[in-house]
Nanobody, 127 residues
Framework: QVDLVESGGGLVQIGSSLRLSCAAS????????MGWFRQAPGKEREFVAA????????YYADSVKGRFTISRDNAKNSMYLQMNSLRPEDTAVYYC????????????????????WGQGTQVTVSS
């Protein structure tokens, strides 16, 4: 069993920054690719960013490219999402997820390729 716990969400104004964290339990964190997804009210869960097991490859949704940065610290069993220049359309519950393998190249945005999920953290960007 793997537990993923997100933190760092909140209510911010347009143009602000937030840093989300995802803490993972267990000693196998380093073996797996990880990702961030988000879900706004009435919408499907959508891909935000992902990275492979050592952070050497990163992937972003077009809507966040250049504004968000994904990273991980395997020594701390943690993953992060630095979000800059936030917009109202970034408002959603953000989820961290663990992929089924070390790499997600070619399928990083596919929800079904991730088999462990956190409970989510709310990000609200007000205008």
């Amino acid at each position: 069993q793997v537990d993923l716990v997100e933190s760092g969400g909140g209510l911010v104004q347009i143009g602000s920054s937030l840093r989300l964290s995802c803490a993972a339990s267990g000693r196998t964190f380093v073996r797996y690719a990880m990702g961030w997804f988000r879900q706004a009210p009435g919408k499907e869960r959508e891909f935000v960013a992902a990275l492979n097991w050592n952070g050497g490859s990163t992937y972003y949704a077009d809507s966040v490219k250049g504004r968000f940065t994904i990273s991980r610290d395997n020594a701390k069993n943690s993953m992060y999402l630095q979000m800059n220049s936030l917009r109202p359309e970034d408002t959603a519950v953000y989820y961290c997820a663990r992929a089924m393998g070390r790499d997600v190249d070619g399928f990083y945005d596919v929800v079904d390729e991730y088999n462990y999920w956190g409970q989510g953290t709310q990000v609200t960007v007000s205008s």
